[in-house]
């Protein structure tokens, strides 16, 4: 019995050290996040820096879910992205460095901008399977002390004919069967969440999560650029 | 004795685990992407029918939860067809279930 209880312990052990055993944790390379616990994300149009003309679409439609599951509270994008076009500033984070940080706080109630940058979309995202590469810089910017709290920039690989990675693929994939919605915007839906899941998937975790202020301690896996 | 071997087992399995999700979202994506791809009358009906579906399967369950801003991009879009009264019942939903929304519920709903 004795040694029944020793196993147990191992077991326990191993597996918790399993998942903490790099220098690089999420305290100490986003200590910011933690400082300022910012509950509401406000998502601007995204900077494109390449000629694929549907990825600021893609990404717009996908990234509420993923910021949401993350446990924050994501400004609604649809009445914003209107207000934007509205105002003729559809473009802003193309068109300038600096951002209206405390209009936004005080406008939308904003604690943070996600600022997105596609730096690279593959031009071959558009065959139906295989490899589709993307590379984009993800930046959270705080409306209170206009300091980046969280940045990640990441070449995202995703494999268009696997049913597996995060879900979001093979639940979207098995819907393909069974609607009308044209097969193909169905899997760019399915590969923009992907690359949100990937880039995102570091972010300290928000108010609403389980895990709020009690993922400091979790590795961050840097990319070697 | 039991006791600890279960947790052992438990932490084992949960450690490097990916969360569940914590809200349902249906269709919410693809017909949010289709609306912007191919606006019209026709994706944005559609578009309120998901989130129609996924407001009612939410009120209706008990381990399904409704994710931020369903609500209030609901009644954003009853205000545009102009059903204020209506799209007024959902902004305050919106701000019952996350009080943080206030003060972009009271901008949409201007």
């Not at chain 1, 893609?58 to 879910?65: D, E, F, K, N, S």
């Not at chain 1, 919605?181 to 923009?192: C, L, Q």
């Not at chain 2, 029918?49 to 381990?63: G, H, P």
Request: glycine share 4%; proline share 5%.
């Amino acid at each position: 019995m004795r040694k029944l209880q020793k196993i147990a312990m191992v077991v326990m052990l191993v597996s918790l050290v399993s998942c903490v055993t790099t220098k690089h944790t999420k305290l100490t390379e986003y200590p910011e996040i933690y400082n300022e616990k910012p509950k509401t994300i406000l998502f601007i149009p995204p900077v494109n820096h390449t000629t694929a003309a549907n990825a600021k679409d893609l990404l717009r439609a996908t990234i509420a879910p993923v910021l949401a599951e993350k446990g924050y509270y994501v400004l609604p994008i649809e009445p914003i992205f209107d207000f934007f076009k509205l105002n003729g500033a559809y473009s802003i984070a193309e068109t300038t460095d600096k951002l209206p940080l405390k209009q936004f706080s005080e406008m939308f109630g904003a604690d943070a901008v996600l600022k997105i940058t596609i730096e690279d979309w593959d031009k071959n995202y558009y065959v139906v399977s295989g490899n589709v590469e993307v590379e984009l810089l993800y930046e959270l910017i705080s409306t209170k002390s206009e300091n980046t709290i969280w940045k990640r920039k990441k070449k995202v690989i995703v494999d268009t004919s696997s049913t597996s990675g995060g879900g979001g693929l093979a639940g979207l994939a098995a819907n393909l069967v069974n609607t009308a919605v044209a097969t193909a915007s169905t899997k760019y839906v399915a590969v923009a969440k992907e690359v949100h899941i990937q880039a995102l998937a570091d972010l300290p975790k928000g108010y609403h999560s389980p895990l709020f202020m009690k993922d400091q301690a979790e590795p961050v896996w840097l990319d070697t650029p | 004795m039991k006791t600890i071997y279960l947790i052992a087992v438990m932490v084992a399995m949960s450690a490097c685990m990916p969360a569940k999700n914590m809200y349902y979202w249906g269709d919410y994506e693809k017909s949010y992407y289709n609306k912007v791809k191919n606006p019209g009358d026709a994706a944005n009906e559609e578009h309120m029918e998901v989130l129609a579906k996924i407001i009612e399967k939410t009120e209706k369950s008990t381990t399904k939860r409704i994710g931020p801003g369903i609500f209030a991009e609901y009644g954003y879009n009853l205000l545009l067809t102009g059903k204020s009264e209506e799209a007024a019942a959902y902004f305050a939903k919106e701000q019952k279930a996350f009080p943080e929304s206030d003060v972009i519920v009271k901008f949409i709903a201007k």
